[in-house]
């Protein structure tokens, strides 16, 4: 007798794709609009399905995971960051959780140094100009930014997508910092050309531009509070395309009112979709809508990471990407 397929319930649109390859290979539940699942959609959802596929977007916490019926065996996100899942507790509960590593690294670290270059270059502000068809001819002193080159970067979180930035800025010319849990080994050091700060004060005293790549996690909650943002130099810019809890927005915005840091490109927030209104009103501030690994290749290979994780558990296997407490 054939094996019944597995039930997999995806929360939101994925590329037409990766929906169709899911349809052929189980029983799938897609979504007909592309809004997040309420609540009580979700519940509904972790009472039926074998496999959740889940984003950024839905909250799997632990009141969520108590709800969850028998038959939930795997939780196989689309994406890499799984700061929205109770990993913990749907470990304890035996459900699998699996993430997309890997796929989204080159395209986040490329939107890294756009938002580096958009606050350092002031490309908004030029971009402002052309549209309100303002703009009176070149001059020698208008829309000065800084240089790239040469500017100290700090990057902290040196990962898969901290090292991608780091190659990235090195061909900019800039002088590669970081501060990590752990040191990287000697020759990925090397071949970066990057300093370890064990100190991420002392670091961030001295870089020019911050970035953020590392993953939300209770350790990394507000890392960049309103103690460490003040020892930024006044001359900094700081930058965000891993997740907005990292920095105290609401510090990060009261300095950048104040001009205690030169400017911040940010695409993700601490509050989700509510953005400190304040911000929006900053000519230094690059805002995106968490858009760094939106590329359409980087979304169907993500889909692809899903498939293989759904399947590899569906033969009896341990998804490749599985995500385990200790990892976070
Ligand atoms: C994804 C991200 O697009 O993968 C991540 O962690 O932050 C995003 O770039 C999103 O998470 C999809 O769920």
């Known amino acids: 007798m054939p094996k019944s397929r597995l ?38 959802a972790v009472k039926s399905a074998d496999v959740l ?19 939930l065996r795997l939780i196989a996100n689309y994406g890499a960051g799984v700061d929205h899942i109770d990993v913990a507790t749907a470990r304890q509960r035996g459900i699998l959780v699996s993430n997309t590593p890997g796929v989204l690294t080159d395209d986040t670290a490329d939107m890294t140094m756009a938002l580096i270059l958009a606050v350092t270059r002031r490309i908004p502000e030029g971009l402002a100009v052309m549209q309100a068809g303002e703009w009176q001819g070149w001059a020698p002193t208008a829309l000065l930014g800084g240089r790239v080159g040469g500017r100290r970067l700090g990057i902290l979180g040196m990962g898969r997508i901290g090292q991608a930035v780091a190659r990235r800025a090195a061909a900019f010319g800039m002088q590669i910092h970081y501060h990590n849990r752990r040191q990287l080994r000697p020759e990925t050091e090397q071949a970066l050309e990057a300093t370890y700060w064990a100190s991420l004060d002392q670091m961030i005293a001295r870089m020019d531009v911050i970035s953020v790549n590392c993953p939300a996690t209770p350790s990394t909650f507000h890392l960049m ?59 230094n501030v690059v805002l995106l809508p968490h858009m ?37």
């Open 7 to 44: 039930k997999v319930v995806v929360t939101r649109r994925l590329p037409e794709s990766v929906e169709t390859r899911l349809s052929e290979l189980f029983d799938v539940v897609l979504r007909d609009d592309d809004t997040p699942m309420t609540r009580p959609e979700l519940s509904e």
């Open 53 to 71: 596929v889940p984003t950024v977007t839905d909250t799997i916490d632990n009141a969520l995971l108590s709800q969850a019926g028998d038959q």
């Open 225 to 283: 509070n309103a103690r460490r943002l003040k020892l930024l130099k006044p001359t900094a810019v700081v930058v965000n395309t891993s997740r907005g809890e990292v920095i105290d927005e609401n510090a990060l915005t009261r300095m950048l009112r104040a001009g205690d840091i030169a400017g911040a490109g940010l695409d993700v927030y601490e509050h989700g979709t509510t953005v400190n209104p304040r911000l929006r009103e900053l000519r």
């Open 292 to 328: 760094g690994s939106a590329t359409r290749e980087g979304r169907i290979e993500m889909g692809e990471k899903v498939l293989i994780n759904i399947k590899t558990f569906d033969d009896g296997h341990r998804p490749p990407d599985q995500v385990v407490p200790s990892m976070l």
